[in-house]
Protein backbone atom coordinates (compact mmCIF):
# COMPACT_ATOMS: atom_id res chain seq x y z
CA UNK A 1 0.00 0.00 0.00
CA UNK A 2 1.42 3.31 -1.00
CA UNK A 3 0.08 6.69 0.19
CA UNK A 4 1.33 10.34 0.75
CA UNK A 5 3.06 10.51 3.74
CA UNK A 6 4.83 13.42 4.06
CA UNK A 7 1.28 15.57 3.81
CA UNK A 8 -0.29 12.81 5.32
CA UNK A 9 0.75 11.30 8.44
CA UNK A 10 4.68 11.37 9.03
CA UNK A 11 4.43 13.86 11.56
CA UNK A 12 2.76 11.81 13.88
CA UNK A 13 5.06 8.32 12.85
CA UNK A 14 5.00 6.72 16.21
CA UNK A 15 8.02 4.71 17.47
CA UNK A 16 6.19 1.13 18.95
CA UNK A 17 4.74 1.51 22.72
CA UNK A 18 7.24 1.42 25.60
CA UNK A 19 10.14 1.01 23.02
CA UNK A 20 13.20 3.93 22.44
CA UNK A 21 15.36 3.69 19.39
CA UNK A 22 18.84 4.38 18.10
CA UNK A 23 19.12 4.23 14.81
CA UNK A 24 22.56 4.65 13.98
CA UNK A 25 24.18 5.79 10.54
CA UNK A 26 27.53 4.79 8.37
CA UNK A 27 29.83 4.12 10.42
CA UNK A 28 32.64 3.58 7.77
CA UNK A 29 35.40 2.27 9.86
CA UNK A 30 35.52 5.11 12.35
CA UNK A 31 35.58 3.00 15.89
CA UNK A 32 36.43 6.05 17.29
CA UNK A 33 32.77 7.64 16.42
CA UNK A 34 31.70 4.78 17.34
CA UNK A 35 33.05 4.68 20.99
CA UNK A 36 31.77 8.49 21.30
CA UNK A 37 27.96 8.03 20.46
CA UNK A 38 27.96 4.48 22.12
CA UNK A 39 28.83 6.78 25.27
CA UNK A 40 26.52 8.97 24.62
CA UNK A 41 23.65 6.46 24.37
CA UNK A 42 24.76 4.49 27.52
CA UNK A 43 24.27 7.96 29.08
CA UNK A 44 20.95 8.21 28.33
CA UNK A 45 20.13 4.64 28.79
CA UNK A 46 21.46 5.37 32.59
CA UNK A 47 18.79 8.47 32.54
CA UNK A 48 16.24 6.98 30.53
CA UNK A 49 16.30 3.10 30.59
CA UNK A 50 17.39 0.66 28.29
CA UNK A 51 16.77 0.84 24.55
CA UNK A 52 17.39 -0.63 21.28
CA UNK A 53 19.69 -0.23 18.68
CA UNK A 54 19.69 -0.16 14.88
CA UNK A 55 22.57 -0.16 12.58
CA UNK A 56 21.91 0.93 9.16
CA UNK A 57 25.04 -0.57 7.42
CA UNK A 58 28.08 0.71 6.25
CA UNK A 59 30.37 -0.43 8.73
CA UNK A 60 33.66 -0.75 6.76
CA UNK A 61 35.71 0.69 4.42
CA UNK A 62 36.85 4.56 4.06
CA UNK A 63 37.80 4.96 7.92
CA UNK A 64 41.10 3.56 9.95
CA UNK A 65 39.75 1.32 11.65
CA UNK A 66 37.19 -0.93 9.84
CA UNK A 67 38.16 -4.09 12.05
CA UNK A 68 38.05 -2.15 15.22
CA UNK A 69 34.58 -1.25 14.49
CA UNK A 70 33.29 -4.64 13.50
CA UNK A 71 35.06 -6.04 16.61
CA UNK A 72 32.84 -3.89 18.50
CA UNK A 73 29.70 -4.41 16.43
CA UNK A 74 30.27 -8.56 17.17
CA UNK A 75 30.64 -7.79 21.07
CA UNK A 76 27.45 -5.92 20.75
CA UNK A 77 25.87 -8.58 18.80
CA UNK A 78 26.71 -11.22 21.87
CA UNK A 79 26.05 -8.28 24.98
CA UNK A 80 22.69 -6.90 23.30
CA UNK A 81 20.90 -9.68 21.08
CA UNK A 82 17.91 -7.60 20.50
CA UNK A 83 20.66 -5.06 18.47
CA UNK A 84 19.47 -5.02 14.63
CA UNK A 85 22.52 -5.24 12.36
CA UNK A 86 21.56 -3.91 8.74
CA UNK A 87 23.48 -4.69 5.67
CA UNK A 88 25.59 -1.68 3.46
CA UNK A 89 26.15 -1.67 -0.15
CA UNK A 90 30.06 -1.76 1.32
CA UNK A 91 29.69 -4.61 3.43
CA UNK A 92 28.14 -6.05 -0.03
CA UNK A 93 31.16 -5.47 -1.93
CA UNK A 94 33.93 -6.27 0.61
CA UNK A 95 32.27 -10.12 0.63
CA UNK A 96 32.00 -10.11 -3.46
CA UNK A 97 35.42 -9.10 -3.54
CA UNK A 98 36.64 -11.81 -1.71
CA UNK A 99 34.47 -14.14 -3.87
CA UNK A 100 35.87 -12.97 -7.21
CA UNK A 101 38.51 -9.95 -6.02
CA UNK A 102 39.42 -9.31 -9.94
CA UNK A 103 36.24 -8.80 -11.32
CA UNK A 104 35.45 -6.81 -7.85
CA UNK A 105 38.88 -4.97 -7.91
CA UNK A 106 37.30 -1.45 -7.89
CA UNK A 107 36.19 -2.25 -3.96
CA UNK A 108 40.23 -1.03 -3.39
CA UNK A 109 39.51 2.47 -4.53
CA UNK A 110 35.77 2.68 -2.65
CA UNK A 111 37.91 2.19 0.67
CA UNK A 112 38.96 -1.24 0.38
CA UNK A 113 42.39 -0.32 0.94
CA UNK A 114 41.70 0.87 3.96
CA UNK A 115 39.83 -1.94 5.11
CA UNK A 116 42.34 -4.64 4.01
CA UNK A 117 45.55 -2.44 6.11
CA UNK A 118 43.00 -2.45 9.31
CA UNK A 119 43.13 -6.36 9.50
CA UNK A 120 46.82 -6.21 8.82
CA UNK A 121 47.05 -6.36 5.24
CA UNK A 122 50.17 -4.50 4.03
CA UNK A 123 51.61 -2.95 0.16
CA UNK A 124 47.98 -3.04 -1.09
CA UNK A 125 49.04 -0.84 -4.36
CA UNK A 126 52.15 -3.84 -5.21
CA UNK A 127 49.74 -6.91 -4.97
CA UNK A 128 46.93 -8.68 -7.27
CA UNK A 129 43.75 -8.23 -6.19
CA UNK A 130 43.84 -12.46 -5.81
CA UNK A 131 46.77 -12.02 -3.67
CA UNK A 132 44.81 -9.53 -1.67
CA UNK A 133 41.69 -11.10 -0.95
CA UNK A 134 43.72 -14.40 -0.03
CA UNK A 135 45.37 -12.93 2.71
CA UNK A 136 42.34 -11.46 3.83
CA UNK A 137 40.18 -14.61 3.63
CA UNK A 138 43.15 -15.82 6.05
CA UNK A 139 43.21 -12.95 8.77
CA UNK A 140 39.35 -12.59 8.60
CA UNK A 141 37.95 -13.94 12.14
CA UNK A 142 34.99 -16.59 11.28
CA UNK A 143 33.07 -14.24 13.69
CA UNK A 144 33.42 -11.92 11.53
CA UNK A 145 32.65 -13.69 8.72
CA UNK A 146 29.47 -15.13 10.02
CA UNK A 147 28.68 -11.24 11.49
CA UNK A 148 28.97 -9.65 7.79
CA UNK A 149 26.80 -12.81 6.20
CA UNK A 150 24.40 -12.71 8.56
CA UNK A 151 23.19 -8.60 8.23
CA UNK A 152 19.87 -8.09 7.41
CA UNK A 153 18.35 -5.86 4.81
CA UNK A 154 15.43 -4.03 6.26
CA UNK A 155 13.76 -3.71 9.73
CA UNK A 156 10.10 -2.14 10.84
CA UNK A 157 9.08 -1.19 13.84
CA UNK A 158 5.96 0.87 14.39
CA UNK A 159 5.36 3.54 11.74
CA UNK A 160 9.02 2.95 10.45
CA UNK A 161 11.01 0.91 8.31
CA UNK A 162 15.08 0.95 8.04
CA UNK A 163 16.82 0.21 5.24
CA UNK A 164 20.57 1.37 4.43
CA UNK A 165 19.92 3.04 1.54
CA UNK A 166 16.06 2.82 0.73
CA UNK A 167 13.60 1.56 -1.49
CA UNK A 168 12.52 2.19 -4.79
CA UNK A 169 9.04 3.89 -5.51
CA UNK A 170 6.11 2.38 -6.37
CA UNK A 171 7.35 -0.98 -5.59
CA UNK A 172 6.03 -2.48 -2.65
CA UNK A 173 8.52 -4.29 0.19
CA UNK A 174 8.43 -7.56 -0.22
CA UNK A 175 9.00 -6.92 -4.01
CA UNK A 176 12.34 -4.69 -3.69
CA UNK A 177 15.43 -5.80 -5.38
CA UNK A 178 18.56 -5.79 -2.98
CA UNK A 179 20.78 -3.99 -5.19
CA UNK A 180 18.11 -0.62 -4.65
CA UNK A 181 18.07 -1.32 -0.57
CA UNK A 182 21.83 -1.22 -0.96
CA UNK A 183 22.91 1.44 -3.66
CA UNK A 184 19.41 3.69 -4.38
CA UNK A 185 19.97 7.68 -3.84
CA UNK A 186 18.30 9.74 -6.76
CA UNK A 187 15.25 7.83 -7.66
CA UNK A 188 14.30 7.60 -3.84
CA UNK A 189 15.06 10.76 -2.38
CA UNK A 190 12.85 12.83 -5.00
CA UNK A 191 10.08 10.22 -5.18
CA UNK A 192 6.68 12.09 -5.81
CA UNK A 193 4.34 12.10 -2.67
CA UNK A 194 1.96 8.80 -4.40
CA UNK A 195 4.78 6.84 -4.96
CA UNK A 196 6.21 6.62 -1.36
CA UNK A 197 6.02 3.85 1.38
CA UNK A 198 3.27 3.47 3.94
CA UNK A 199 5.98 3.89 6.23
CA UNK A 200 8.41 6.48 6.61
CA UNK A 201 12.13 5.50 5.95
CA UNK A 202 14.86 5.85 8.06
CA UNK A 203 18.01 5.37 6.14
CA UNK A 204 22.18 6.47 5.47
CA UNK A 205 24.26 5.69 2.50
CA UNK A 206 23.53 9.41 1.31
CA UNK A 207 25.92 11.54 3.25
CA UNK A 208 25.22 15.27 4.21
CA UNK A 209 26.57 17.67 6.47
CA UNK A 210 24.08 17.46 9.20
CA UNK A 211 20.85 14.64 9.36
CA UNK A 212 17.95 15.53 7.51
CA UNK A 213 14.13 14.76 8.78
CA UNK A 214 12.04 15.07 5.17
CA UNK A 215 8.81 13.48 7.38
CA UNK A 216 8.67 10.66 5.04
CA UNK A 217 12.14 9.27 5.19
CA UNK A 218 15.11 10.47 7.48
CA UNK A 219 19.09 10.26 6.40
CA UNK A 220 21.25 9.76 9.45
CA UNK A 221 24.80 9.73 7.22
CA UNK A 222 26.72 12.74 8.42
CA UNK A 223 30.13 11.27 6.73
CA UNK A 224 31.83 10.32 10.03
CA UNK A 225 34.77 9.11 7.70
CA UNK A 226 35.01 12.79 5.62
CA UNK A 227 35.55 14.67 8.94
CA UNK A 228 32.09 14.85 9.99
CA UNK A 229 30.19 13.36 12.89
CA UNK A 230 28.26 9.92 13.03
CA UNK A 231 24.94 10.35 14.28
CA UNK A 232 21.52 8.06 15.48
CA UNK A 233 18.04 9.39 15.07
CA UNK A 234 16.59 8.59 18.64
CA UNK A 235 12.13 7.84 18.16
CA UNK A 236 10.38 7.45 21.06
CA UNK A 237 6.77 7.77 21.11
CA UNK A 238 6.00 10.11 18.16
CA UNK A 239 9.30 11.82 18.96
CA UNK A 240 12.35 12.44 16.76
CA UNK A 241 15.43 13.62 17.75
CA UNK A 242 19.05 13.30 16.37
CA UNK A 243 22.47 12.72 18.64
CA UNK A 244 25.99 12.97 17.33
CA UNK A 245 29.41 11.77 18.48
Request: net charge negative; with cysteine; charged share 30%.
Amino acid sequence: MLKNLFGDNSSSARAPDGMRLYAIGDIHGCADHLDRLLDKIAAEERASGPARLIFLGDYVDRGPDSRGVVDRLVEIRRSRPQTIFLKGNHEAVFLDFLADPYEMRDWLDWGGADTLRSYGVDNVAARTPDDLADEMTSRLPAEHVAFLKGLELTFTAGDYLFVHAGVRPGVPLESQAERDLLWIRGEFHHAPPEARPEKVVVHGHHPLRKPLDAGWRIDVDTGACFGGRLTAVVLEGDGRRFLSS
